[in-house]
C-alpha cells in the first residue's frame, strides 16, 4: 500500500472521506465535532496540525504525531469518536435526509464483522509523506484553495472551517502549529 503511514512521527498530507462521498458537513453541528476533535487531539494526544480544511464530504489535513505518540493512533481514535459522536447528532435529527444518510451508512457497514451498525468513513486515509517544504507548500496551498475551486467562497481566508484563516493573520477554530 503506497498510502501507509510508515514514519509515525512523519509530517503527512491526509485525506478522511464520508462514505459514498455523503454530504454530512452541511450543518454547523456536525463540523464543530471535527473541529473540537482536533483540538482535541491537539491537546490530549500529541496531534500537531499545520493545514486543515474540512469539505461537506471530506477532510484533508497536513499533520504530524510528536515524539511520545503514533499518528496511526490519533487517526484511529479520532475517526472512531467522530463517527459515534456525529452518528448520533444525525439520529436525533429533525432532517429530510437523515433516514436516507442512516440508509447509507447502514449499507456501507453491513457486510463488515467490525462495524457494529454504521460505517462513516471510508477506509484509509490517503497518507502522503511530506519530505520537503516545496511539497509541504503545495499541499498546504491545495488545502486551502479547496473551497475556492468549489466556488463555495472567492478567496481562501473567507472559509471558515480552515487553516487558510490562521494564514491570513485572523484565529481560527483549529489551534494550529507554525510551519
Not at 53 to 80: C, P, T
Not at 159 to 175: H, I, P, Q
Amino acid at each position: 500500500d503506497r498510502y501507509y503511514i510508515r514514519n509515525q512521527n512523519a509530517i503527512y498530507f491526509l485525506t478522511f472521506t464520508i462514505v459514498d462521498w455523503i454530504d454530512i458537513f452541511t450543518r454547523p453541528e456536525h463540523k464543530v465535532v471535527i473541529t473540537d476533535s482536533l483540538n482535541y487531539c491537539i491537546k490530549n494526544k500529541g496531534l500537531m496540525v499545520f493545514s486543515w480544511v474540512l469539505m461537506s464530504n471530506h477532510l484533508h489535513l497536513v499533520v504530524k504525531a510528536n515524539e511520545s505518540y503514533k499518528l496511526s493512533d490519533i487517526i484511529r481514535d479520532f475517526k472512531k469518536y467522530t463517527a459515534k459522536k456525529i452518528i448520533k447528532q444525525i439520529e436525533g435529527e429533525n432532517e429530510s435526509r437523515r433516514n436516507w444518510i442512516l440508509d447509507k451508512l447502514e449499507f456501507a457497514g453491513r457486510n463488515l464483522k467490525r462495524i457494529s451498525k454504521y460505517k462513516f468513513w471510508q477506509d484509509g486515509n490517503h497518507a502522503i509523506e511530506l519530505t520537503n517544504n516545496d511539497i509541504i507548500d503545495q499541499k498546504i496551498d491545495y488545502i486551502h484553495m479547496n473551497p475556492v475551486i468549489a466556488l463555495i467562497v472567492a478567496n481562501p481566508e473567507d472559509y471558515l472551517f480552515s487553516s487558510a484563516l490562521d494564514f491570513a493573520g485572523m484565529k481560527g477554530y483549529v489551534e494550529i502549529e507554525p510551519i
